[in-house]
């Protein structure tokens, strides 16, 4: 039951009031067709509206089955037109670009009926108004009777209680209209329904009940009714109507689709701000991605660093930052006084030693998630390989480390080389070798695994260098050897013309020979210091000979610009552990590391061992004959001739001197002080004559075995020796090897072992029959050749100064024994006399005394040969600054749990980043314990460089971003004033889908829903012109710059950049969406 009570309703227009219903009142049966007459302005179409819900009273109640609507709010009215109302206009009111099944599935739309369900009761609806066949038409294909119809199967689809018809048959011709107005009759069986018409002949015909209303009151009722006086006014809550978003957007999209060009044109607009944010995106992006590609190359080449003497790149820089400040003059000191600039101290500030072996463990244990964040940690030990050349027919040649420059004046080659890096080929290569294969191409053999496997590094253009070539032995080292000799002379260096070429086979038959460092070394018992034999070229001679194989398996060149391996030979780090294990149980490094304060080249703490060889007892070196020194003085009597003037009759006894009265000669004291490094001139083939003695004495040796064994001799009888020494075959081995000439003490073995077979001397007895053989006319010569080697001069000069006080003590005794003597003699002459001649005896006593320098000289000899001398005096005389570690790395140890470096290979910038975290938290650690000395300084230099290259590039981006952002701005703008234009195009379907039940919100929702399909529109479209501009942009900077892909727009970006065109629309249709939900739903319906 449908009940008005006292319904006012009026419109102010201006000043004008006009009251289109008048306190009316009157109630409809649930089931009669009621037709409304009256003129125009009468109230017909407002009582219509009103009793629809489309218009809202000001005054009175609407009862609807018994429940009154005067505290209806927006939403319960949209819920009661659309399931309990079906209107049915005069211009049928049809949304145009919706097909006819569309129009009429709307309102169950609404109702929140599925798909399946709305268009098998559209399609029902539509086939008993007859129109089944015209399903998929437009309104604008259809005839005015049809378009009537299909308002009728609207009004009908949701089976409402009430149909309002608004002069359904105005617009229509009689015979259409008949046709209506029976399909009209029919529905009023078993509903209300309610007509406005101006036909009373319609009205009279087909009507069951006519009210005619004149000036807004009702005038005429042919059949009243009055509800029952006892009937309650309730209130019940009605179901809620709701528009899908997918029916909105199929509005709008339709709508739009009927508007294509201008629905373009709006969003190319709208996309132009999309397109210059995607392109700069799209550029910074390239240009990150290109920073990023070198940024990861360079992380293989310069990983994030930590040496065992760690320095902090920022003091560095504060340091050089504050020097610059200095220089420009923004700090002024005191007027009249200079100010210190504390550069150094700034700089050094920053060095500190790290504790490596803590982080080590802390890395494999604590911090092991970092292994996460990264491709590999290498760890490096203080060990240099000792590799020398295979062919060691010109002698042992060492090529790492490079000992050419060192053998010739310098100390080492990077004075000469500069930047070339010095003539040091051999460099450890990485254990992951997956950070540096993806950038170098196999071309023969394989990467190295082994300890005893390399591979040679060729330049990026496929060469190698000829510093490489010499240490390879494939160029003649004497070329080298020439042009240093000729850089040091200061002459025009010939440097060889050709231009060599090999096979990669010729490159692999390369080998070369592992020295341990240990084995470089002798123990001398007597002094209990271990000396260097570097120097003897037999010695290492057999050394390389017996060392371990190196061989080259593979043959590597770059592929690109950047490259990890500079040219070069690359080791593994097995080759390193292997040295290290070899040289652990050595005799030396066992004694290193148990007196770790006393260094065991020379046998004096670390502490002390600086300067001379103090704690040598040179006396021990050298052997002094006493008695020969005894004979060297002799004593002139003659030379003493007193004249004793008055005293002729006196007699002058004979002085009988006593030689044995002179004092002890202390040798020891004597030759304390003499200096022997600077008497004794080595000559220059030492090291060759002692290898010939060498050679000489080992062949002596074998041929007496040989001899021996051959002729039944007992090798331990000492007559059998001296036989074989007669023989021809001895004879033919000290003759020596045709053309060769022999040192000076290979002939002095020679000529003493020829003398002794010759006259047949005890060889044993040395003392004797080497004497002998000195005196010999060989022996003196040899003699003089030898003290062609002491300084003589030098020799004179420091015993003069030793035996100064010696020669003292003697004339003193001799004074004092000849003063007795004579003072006996000449006791009772007279006192005056007596001065006299003592006078003169004071001066003859230096002319009587008289030194043989020769025999002198004699009566010292050496203990040591002059090699044995030589190296124990550079083992124990040392000016450098020694160290237990210094003496571990030149040993070639080290522990495995303590390295000198680490390098940290992170996987990316990203990674780099975490891997700083996990870092910085092993320092804060170490400090929140107090153990300052475990906190660790590490180098970053690809972070300090790229980082800010980075920054700069995204400020950049930022702010072209900020001024693009300008023109989505206005491109928003743009699109919020077309929508609101939509609206104004849109309004009569505003009204038609609030008569259908659609509240408000579907109003906006529909309107949301078209600048959200217009901004997908334009964000698509300028991402999608974007990716198409970034083809030829990278084609043309390919060309040119070598740059690939410098614009690439990530589809994340594309999708981000999409929703921000949708949101920025969104956005600005807000205004006109909610314009077009407050539009008034009845003068919606009265536009056109």
Same mark, same amino acid.
Do not use: C
């Given at each position: 039951?449908?009940?008005?009570?006292?319904?006012?309703?009026?419109?102010?227009?201006?000043?004008?009031?006009?009251?289109?219903?008048?306190?009316?009142?009157?109630?409809?049966?649930?089931?009669?067709?009621?037709?409304?007459?009256?003129?125009?302005?009468?109230?017909?179409? #407002?009582?219509?509206?009103?009793?629809?819900?489309?218009?809202?009273?000001?005054?009175?109640?609407?009862?609807?089955?018994?429940?009154?609507?005067?505290?209806?709010?927006?939403?319960?009215?949209?819920?009661?037109?659309?399931?309990?109302?079906?209107?049915?206009?005069?211009?049928?009111?049809?949304?145009?670009?919706?097909?006819? *099944?569309?129009?009429?599935?709307?309102?169950?739309?609404?109702? %929140?009926?599925?798909?399946?369900?709305?268009?098998?009761?559209?399609?029902?609806?539509?086939?008993?108004?007859?129109?089944?066949?015209?399903?998929?038409?437009?309104? /604008?294909?259809?005839?005015?009777?049809?378009?009537?119809?299909?308002?009728?199967?609207?009004?009908?689809?949701?089976?409402?209680?009430?149909?309002?018809?608004?002069?359904?048959?105005?617009?229509?011709?009689?015979?259409?209209?008949?046709?209506?107005?029976?399909?009209? &009759?029919?529905?009023?069986?078993?509903?209300?329904?309610?007509?406005?018409?101006?036909?009373?002949?319609?009205?009279?015909?087909? !009507?069951?009940?006519?009210?005619?209303?004149?000036?807004?009151?009702?005038?005429?009722?042919?059949?009243?009714?009055?509800?029952?006086?006892?009937?309650?006014?309730?209130?019940?809550?009605?179901?809620?109507?709701?528009?899908?978003?997918?029916?909105?957007?199929?509005?709008?999209?339709?709508?739009? =689709?009927?508007?294509?060009?201008?629905?373009? @044109? $709006?969003?190319?607009?709208?996309?132009?701000?999309?397109?210059?944010?995607?392109?700069?995106?799209?550029?910074?992006?390239?240009?990150?991605?290109?920073?990023?590609?070198?940024?990861?190359?360079?992380?293989?080449?310069?990983?994030?660093?930590?040496?065992?003497?760690?320095?902090?790149?920022?003091?560095?820089?504060?340091?050089?930052?504050?020097?610059?400040?200095?220089?420009?003059?923004?700090?002024?000191?005191?007027?009249?006084?200079?100010?210190?600039?504390?550069?150094?101290?700034?700089?050094?500030?920053?060095?500190?030693?790290?504790?490596?072996?803590?982080?080590?463990?802390?890395?494999?244990?604590?911090?092991?998630?970092?292994?996460?964040?990264?491709?590999?940690?290498?760890?490096?030990?203080?060990?240099?390989?000792?590799?020398?050349?295979?062919?060691?027919?010109?002698?042992?040649?060492?090529?790492?480390?490079?000992?050419?420059?060192?053998?010739?004046?310098?100390?080492?080659?990077?004075?000469?080389?500069?930047?070339?890096? %010095?003539?040091?080929?051999?460099?450890?290569?990485?254990?992951?070798?997956?950070?540096?294969? #993806?950038?170098?191409?196999?071309?023969?053999?394989?990467?190295?695994?082994?300890?005893?496997? $390399?591979?040679?590094?060729?330049?990026?253009?496929?060469?190698?260098?000829?510093?490489?070539?010499?240490?390879?032995?494939?160029?003649?080292?004497?070329?080298?050897?020439? @042009?240093?000799?000729?850089?040091?002379?200061?002459?025009?260096?010939?440097?060889?013309?050709?231009?060599?070429?090999?096979?990669?086979?010729?490159?692999?038959?390369?080998?070369?020979?592992?020295?341990?460092?240990?084995?470089?070394?002798?123990?001398?018992?007597?002094?209990?210091?271990?000396?260097?034999? %570097?120097?003897?070229?037999?010695?290492?001679?057999?050394?390389?000979?017996?060392?371990?194989?190196?061989?080259?398996?593979?043959?590597?060149?770059?592929?690109?610009?950047?490259?990890?391996?500079?040219?070069?030979?690359?080791?593994?780090?097995?080759?390193?552990?292997?040295?290290?294990?070899?040289?652990?149980?050595?005799?030396?490094?066992?004694?290193?590391?148990?007196?770790?304060?006393?260094?065991?080249?020379?046998?004096?703490?670390?502490?002390?061992?600086?300067?001379?060889?103090?704690?040598?007892?040179?006396?021990?070196?050298?052997?002094?004959?006493?008695?020969?020194? &005894?004979?060297?003085?002799?004593?002139?009597?003659?030379?003493?001739?007193?004249?004793?003037? +008055?005293?002729?009759? *006196?007699?002058?006894?004979?002085?009988?001197?006593?030689?044995? !009265?002179?004092?002890?000669?202390?040798?020891?004291?004597?030759?304390?002080?003499?200096?022997?490094?600077?008497?004794?001139?080595?000559?220059?083939?030492?090291?060759?004559?002692?290898?010939? #003695?060498?050679?000489?004495?080992? +062949?002596?040796?074998?041929?007496?075995?040989?001899?021996?064994?051959?002729?039944?001799?007992?090798?331990?009888?000492?007559?059998?020796?001296?036989?074989? *020494?007669?023989?021809?075959?001895?004879?033919?081995?000290?003759?020596?090897?045709?053309?060769?000439?022999?040192?000076?003490?290979?002939?002095?073995?020679?000529?003493?072992?020829?003398? !002794?077979?010759?006259?047949?001397?005890?060889?044993?007895?040395?003392?004797?029959?080497?004497?002998?053989?000195?005196?010999?006319?060989?022996?003196?010569?040899?003699? %003089?050749?030898?003290?062609?080697?002491?300084? &003589?001069?030098?020799?004179?000069?420091?015993?003069?100064?030793?035996?100064?006080?010696?020669?003292?003590?003697?004339?003193?005794?001799? @004074?004092?024994?000849?003063?007795?003597?004579?003072?006996?003699?000449?006791?009772?002459?007279?006192?005056?006399?007596?001065?006299?001649? =003592?006078?003169?005896?004071?001066?003859?006593?230096?002319?009587? =005394?008289?030194?043989?320098?020769?025999?002198?000289?004699?009566?010292?000899?050496? /203990?040591?040969?002059?090699?044995?001398?030589?190296?124990?005096? =550079?083992?124990?005389?040392?000016?450098?600054?020694?160290?237990?570690?210094?003496?571990?790395?030149?040993?070639?140890?080290?522990?495995?749990?303590?390295?000198?470096?680490?390098?940290?290979?992170?996987?990316?910038?990203?990674?780099?980043?975490?891997?700083?975290?996990?870092?910085?938290?092993?320092?804060?650690?170490?400090?929140?314990?107090?153990?300052?000395?475990?906190?660790?300084?590490?180098?970053?230099?690809?972070?300090?460089?790229?980082?800010?290259?980075?920054?700069?590039?995204? @400020?950049?981006?930022?702010?072209?971003?900020?001024?693009?952002?300008?023109?989505?701005?206005?491109?928003?703008?743009?699109?919020?004033?077309?929508?609101?234009?939509?609206?104004?195009?849109?309004?009569?379907?505003?009204?038609?889908?609030?008569?259908?039940?659609?509240?408000?919100?579907?109003?906006?929702?529909?309107?949301?829903?078209?600048?959200?399909?217009?901004?997908?529109?334009?964000?698509?479209?300028?991402?999608?012109?974007?990716?198409?501009?970034?083809?030829?942009?990278?084609?043309?900077?390919?060309?040119?710059?070598?740059?690939?892909?410098?614009?690439?727009?990530?589809?994340?970006?594309?999708?981000?950049?999409?929703?921000?065109?949708?949101?920025?629309?969104?956005?600005?249709?807000?205004?006109?969406?909610?314009?077009?939900?407050?539009?008034?739903?009845?003068?919606?319906?009265?536009?056109?």
């Amino acid at each position: 039951m449908l009940q008005l009570d006292q319904v006012r309703k009026s419109y102010t227009t201006g000043d004008f009031t006009q009251v289109a219903l008048d306190d009316v009142s009157i109630a409809f049966r649930d089931n009669e067709f009621v037709a409304i007459l009256g003129p125009s302005g009468s109230g017909k179409t #407002t009582l219509l509206n009103v009793v629809g819900g489309l218009d809202h009273y000001d005054s009175g109640n609407l009862i609807i089955d018994g429940v009154a609507t005067s505290k209806y709010k927006d939403r319960d009215w949209d819920t009661y037109r659309n399931n309990r109302i079906g209107f049915v206009f005069q211009s049928y009111n049809l949304i145009p670009h919706q097909s006819v *099944l569309a129009n009429v599935e709307l309102a169950l739309t609404l109702a %929140g009926v599925s798909p399946a369900e709305r268009r098998q009761r559209a399609i029902a609806a539509l086939d008993e108004v007859g129109l089944v066949d015209h399903i998929h038409k437009r309104p /604008n294909q259809l005839s005015g009777g049809q378009m009537q119809r299909v308002a009728i199967a609207r009004a009908l689809i949701n089976d409402p209680e009430i149909l309002l018809a608004d002069e359904p048959t105005g617009a229509l011709d009689s015979h259409t209209s008949v046709q209506i107005m029976a399909l009209l &009759t029919s529905i009023a069986k078993d509903r209300l329904v309610i007509m406005v018409t101006h036909n009373p002949e319609l009205a009279e015909e087909y !009507a069951t009940r006519i009210v005619s209303l004149r000036d807004g009151v009702i005038s005429e009722d042919s059949d009243p009714y009055t509800p029952d006086a006892g009937e309650e006014i309730g209130h019940s809550q009605a179901k809620r109507t709701s528009m899908s978003f997918l029916t909105a957007i199929a509005l709008s999209f339709n709508n739009l =689709m009927t508007k294509k060009g201008r629905t373009l @044109m $709006t969003a190319f607009a709208g996309s132009i701000g999309i397109i210059g944010i995607a392109a700069i995106l799209a550029l910074a992006n390239g240009v990150n991605a290109y920073i990023k590609g070198v940024e990861e190359d360079t992380l293989s080449m310069y990983p994030l660093s930590i040496e065992r003497q760690g320095f902090d790149m920022g003091s560095m820089l504060a340091a050089s930052a504050g020097l610059m400040d200095e220089m420009g003059g923004d700090k002024a000191g005191e007027e009249g006084s200079a100010h210190e600039i504390h550069l150094l101290s700034s700089m050094f500030g920053g060095i500190g030693t790290n504790d490596l072996r803590s982080l080590k463990s802390y890395l494999e244990g604590e911090g092991r998630s970092i292994q996460d964040s990264v491709n590999s940690i290498q760890y490096s030990y203080d060990v240099t390989p000792q590799i020398f050349a295979s062919d060691t027919a010109d002698g042992p040649r060492q090529v790492n480390p490079d000992s050419t420059f060192s053998k010739l004046g310098f100390g080492s080659g990077g004075a000469v080389m500069g930047s070339a890096g %010095g003539t040091n080929v051999f460099s450890e290569l990485v254990d992951d070798l997956s950070l540096v294969d #993806t950038q170098y191409d196999v071309l023969q053999g394989r990467w190295p695994t082994a300890f005893d496997e $390399t591979v040679l590094v060729l330049s990026p253009s496929g060469g190698v260098s000829d510093v490489s070539l010499y240490a390879m032995g494939l160029r003649d080292p004497a070329e080298l050897d020439a @042009m240093v000799r000729q850089v040091i002379a200061e002459e025009k260096v010939s440097v060889p013309e050709d231009s060599l070429s090999f096979s990669y086979d010729e490159l692999m038959d390369v080998t070369f020979r592992l020295v341990n460092a240990t084995d470089r070394y002798a123990f001398d018992s007597a002094y209990d210091v271990w000396t260097d034999r %570097g120097g003897d070229e037999a010695f290492m001679r057999q050394l390389v000979d017996g060392g371990e194989t190196l061989k080259i398996v593979g043959v590597v060149k770059a592929n690109g610009d950047n490259s990890v391996l500079r040219p070069g030979i690359y080791y593994t780090s097995a080759l390193t552990r292997h040295i290290i294990e070899a040289s652990q149980d050595t005799a030396i490094v066992q004694s290193q590391l148990a007196h770790r304060d006393v260094n065991v080249f020379s046998g004096r703490s670390f502490a002390d061992d600086t300067g001379g060889p103090e704690g040598l007892d040179l006396a021990s070196l050298i052997t002094v004959d006493e008695d020969a020194i &005894t004979k060297a003085f002799t004593f002139d009597q003659s030379k003493l001739q007193l004249d004793l003037g +008055g005293l002729e009759d *006196l007699s002058m006894p004979d002085l009988e001197l006593d030689p044995a !009265a002179l004092p002890e000669l202390d040798v020891a004291a004597l030759l304390g002080d003499l200096d022997l490094t600077t008497l004794v001139r080595p000559p220059d083939d030492l090291d060759q004559d002692v290898g010939q #003695t060498t050679a000489m004495v080992q +062949g002596l040796a074998e041929g007496f075995v040989a001899y021996a064994a051959a002729n039944a001799l007992d090798p331990a009888d000492p007559a059998s020796f001296p036989t074989f *020494l007669a023989s021809d075959e001895a004879k033919a081995l000290l003759a020596g090897e045709p053309g060769a000439k022999p040192g000076m003490i290979t002939q002095l073995v020679t000529g003493y072992l020829g003398y !002794a077979t010759g006259n047949q001397a005890d060889l044993a007895d040395v003392a004797t029959t080497l004497p002998a053989f000195l005196a010999t006319p060989e022996g003196q010569a040899l003699q %003089g050749e030898a003290m062609g080697l002491i300084d &003589t001069a030098a020799l004179q000069t420091q015993l003069q100064g030793a035996i100064g006080g010696y020669l003292q003590e003697v004339m003193s005794t001799y @004074m004092a024994e000849a003063s007795s003597q004579i003072g006996d003699a000449l006791r009772t002459q007279i006192t005056s006399a007596m001065e006299g001649a =003592m006078d003169q005896l004071a001066s003859q006593m230096s002319d009587a =005394m008289s030194i043989d320098q020769e025999a002198f000289t004699k009566a010292f000899s050496l /203990n040591k040969n002059q090699e044995e001398l030589t190296q124990l005096l =550079m083992s124990m005389a040392t000016t450098e600054l020694n160290s237990f570690e210094s003496n571990m790395r030149t040993l070639g140890y080290a522990d495995l749990a303590d390295p000198s470096g680490i390098e940290i290979f992170p996987k990316d910038f990203e990674s780099k980043g975490k891997v700083i975290e996990t870092l910085d938290a092993y320092n804060e650690r170490a400090r929140d314990g107090g153990h300052e000395d475990k906190v660790i300084t590490y180098t970053d230099l690809v972070g300090a460089l790229m980082g800010s290259v980075t920054d700069i590039v995204n @400020m950049v981006s930022y702010v072209l971003v900020a001024f693009v952002a300008i023109s989505l701005i206005v491109s928003s703008i743009m699109i919020g004033v077309i929508t609101y234009i939509s609206v104004l195009e849109r309004k009569k379907e505003i009204g038609i889908l609030r008569s259908i039940g659609a509240s408000k919100r579907d109003i906006r929702r529909v309107f949301n829903a078209e600048t959200l399909i217009v901004g997908f529109v334009a964000g698509a479209l300028g991402v999608g012109l974007t990716f198409l501009l970034t083809v030829p942009a990278n084609a043309i900077v390919y060309t040119n710059f070598d740059v690939a892909n410098v614009a690439q727009l990530p589809w994340q970006a594309a999708l981000i950049l999409v929703a921000i065109s949708m949101a920025l629309t969104a956005l600005a249709g807000l205004i006109p969406a909610s314009a077009a939900s407050r539009k008034d739903p009845v003068e919606a319906l009265r536009s056109e």
